[in-house]
């Protein structure tokens, strides 16, 4: 291939991502199959290079701390959430924001739910993009976002302890 054909190549490949999804739709479902709600996500950056704002609107949660990161599998089977797979983790790295060997891509800072069970919050999600890259949530079969019992302690291994998998959603585009 000659260069100038590979530019050609290279243009062409900028142009389709340019017009893929500017912002998805997680509905997220808990253990049994009821809606608790949605979020949505836009990327931070215009390049979608940057990290992806998750804004929250929940209900029907337990109140206190949640964990909540992007799961591998573009799957939630009620009641265990098991088929979302591990978190989305293509650099082969550890759980924690604040694990020196970490982060996964799909790792983020917990939220918190109120008394009445609700939580309008916006959350950024740094290591992952719409669909820009190897950690684009839109492309190789999608992702899933899921919400943990507890929160997550930034450390541990791999899911920082934050319990079980109470809600879960396709990352879906809109
Ligand atoms: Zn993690």
């Keep these: ?12 490949v900028f142009t ?25 996500l836009a990327p931070k950056t215009a390049d979608d290079t940057g990290g992806v704002r998750v804004t929250l609107d929940l209900h029907g949660l337990p109140p206190g701390e949640h964990a909540l990161h992007f799961h591998q599998n573009a799957k939630c089977d009620p009641p265990d959430f098991a088929s979302a797979g591990p978190h ?41 993009t719409l669909n820009h890259g190897d950690n684009a949530l839109l492309s190789n079969g999608g992702r899933s976002l899921v ?20 809600a879960c959603g396709v990352v879906t585009a809109e």
């Design 88 to 128: 989305f983790n293509p650099e082969k790295k550890q759980h924690g924001l604040h694990n020196p060997a970490g982060p996964h891509a799909g790792d983020m800072e917990n939220f918190v739910v109120g008394s009445d069970g609700t939580a309008q919050v916006e959350v950024v999600a740094p290591g992952v």
């Design 147 to 166: 919400i943990h019992a507890h929160g997550d302690d930034m450390m541990t291994d791999p899911a920082g302890n934050s319990g079980a998998r109470i």
């Design 1 to 12: 291939m000659t260069n100038r054909l590979r530019l050609l190549v290279c243009a062409s």
């Design 16 to 40: 389709s991502v340019s017009f893929a999804a500017s912002t998805a739709r997680v509905e997220f479902k808990n253990a049994q199959g009821q809606s608790v709600g949605s979020a949505t």
